[in-house]
């Protein structure tokens, strides 16, 4: 009789040359590892019983009033009302077969958004209400660290993160 050990063929060594040779740069890998870790430390806050939950929540409900006070900001300007439908229209045009046609509306994206971005840099409600959003993010940031402070396997993760950052710097092209 024959096992399924011996009939199993042998699964290519990970240390391979092909292997190593598709490796992605090391800040890539950081990257990705970071982006791991902050999913994990995500899991690992939610599931867990901790007072600081409304605190996440409140700062979540907060950063969905940012996010809907700069879209309607943003779609009270005529200008801003008139790319934005332009844009839209622009996006059903897209064409699985016509790659000419593609090129040419994904050019007019292009300027479209930069004409959207030179607006809305020059309008203070548009960049008071990005600022919000953005202040809202990093509470939820904020909060979220302060709670994996107090649960062991999350310090464990959060000082990890930590570490991942100061080698990204140290990565970064001093300018």
């Given at each position: 009789m024959i096992s399924c050990k011996d009939i199993k063929e042998e699964e290519p060594d990970s240390s391979s040359s092909a292997t190593q040779a598709k490796k992605a740069h090391p800040a890539i890998e950081l990257v990705r590892r970071k982006v791991g870790l902050e999913k994990q430390l995500e899991s690992i806050i939610a599931k867990a019983d901790l007072s600081g939950q409304t605190q996440i929540k409140k700062a979540e409900a907060k950063a969905r009033e940012a996010d809907q006070h700069f879209l309607a900001v943003q779609n009270q300007h005529p200008q801003l009302q008139k790319l934005l439908k332009k844009a839209a229209r622009l996006r059903g045009r897209y064409s699985p077969t016509n790659?000419?046609?593609?090129?040419?509306?994904?050019?007019?994206?292009?300027?479209?958004?930069?004409?959207?971005?030179?607006?809305?840099?020059?309008?203070?409600?548009?960049?008071?209400?990005?600022?919000?959003?953005?202040?809202?993010?990093?509470?939820?940031?904020?909060?979220?660290?302060?709670?994996a402070d107090k649960i062991p396997r999350a310090k464990a993760i959060l000082e990890e993160l930590s570490e991942i950052d100061t080698k990204l710097a140290a990565q970064r092209p001093q300018s």
């Open positions: 790659s000419a046609q593609n090129a040419k509306t994904t050019a007019m994206m292009q300027e479209i958004n930069t004409e959207i971005f030179k607006i809305s840099s020059t309008l203070p409600e548009l960049q008071a209400a990005r600022n919000a959003q953005a202040q809202a993010r990093k509470a939820i940031h904020n909060t979220r660290r302060q709670l």
